[in-house]
């Protein structure tokens, strides 16, 4: 296949993940009395994950150019020889490495949970809850996460893969399904236990994980109760507007009396 039906299939396969996810949801419910269209879903939806995310994607891809037309790193080509796999393995591992570190920081710095409270905000959490995140955090994230692959000479395609991992397992992580992996849950994430991380209550500083969850249990911050989590977001108050969602990281902060 050539890069644009590659293209072509990774968006196929993100929708077909979707609806699948949404399937699941219906059929085992982890909170049973949530709808489909809970609110502020069409927050998430239209202004989260159709409009920031192109405009984003416009934004993060001149970023790349620019930073790699500067440095001319990429000329090296240091991993194009490696095979295709061997390439999405690797970003797969390190970006999650950082995602689990960055994001660890984000919940103990308070400059950094102002750009990370409005992922926190949802009340309801479903498979698109997890696309509300501010608007320079995925410029932070999405740039550290593609700009290693042009900069290493990663194939073309490398991107796309990568892409599209990371949507389905963001909407799986975060979807209202009632799943129970067992032990394959201490390797590879899921809703089981990123739910808890979107709580209100102790695990909301725990779990920080996006794919592999043994970071959390290897570095001693996974927390799997017995018992389900039922309430979500956040204890304080937090706009429902998108442009005062992005507003309201750079509010001041209250002096210490």
């Known amino acids: 296949m050539d890069l644009g039906q590659i293209q072509i299939l990774g968006f196929v396969l993100i929708i077909v993940g979707a609806l699948i996810i949404i399937a699941l949801e219906r059929i085992i419910p982890y909170n049973k ?13 239209f202004w989260y994950t159709l409009v920031q995310s192109y405009v984003l994607s416009v934004v993060i891809s001149l970023l790349i150019d620019f930073i790699d037309n500067s440095t001319q790193f990429s000329r090296f080509q ?3 020889s490696w095979p295709v796999w061997l390439q999405v393995l690797l970003f797969l591992v390190t970006h999650d490495l950082y995602i689990y570190l960055f994001h660890k920081w984000q919940h103990k710095n308070k400059y950094l949970w102002r750009l990370h409270e409005a992922h926190h905000s949802p009340k309801e959490v479903d498979w698109i809850a997890g696309s509300r995140s501010h608007a320079f955090e995925i410029l932070i994230n999405q ?16 991107a796309i893969y990568k892409g599209v991992i990371s949507a389905v397992w963001g909407m799986w992580i975060h979807a209202n399904v009632d799943v129970r992996s067992g ?30 969850a043994f970071w959390d249990w290897m570095f001693g911050t996974a927390y799997l109760p017995n018992q389900k989590c039922d309430e979500y977001g956040l ?15 750079f509010r001041r902060f209250k002096r210490a009396k």
């Open 78 to 80: 240091l991993i194009s």
């Open 143 to 158: 740039t550290v996460e593609f700009l290693p692959l042009v900069l290493l000479g990663a194939a073309p395609e490398v």
């Open 183 to 212: 032990n394959l849950q201490k390797i590879i994430n899921g809703p089981e236990m990123h739910r808890w991380h979107h709580s209100t209550g102790k695990g909301r500083n725990r779990n920080f994980a996006t794919k592999l």
């Open 33 to 45: 009395d949530q709808k489909i269209f809970r609110k502020e879903f069409w927050l998430d939806f």
């Open 235 to 249: 204890k304080t108050f937090f706009p429902s507007n998108y442009f005062m969602q992005l507003a309201y990281a």
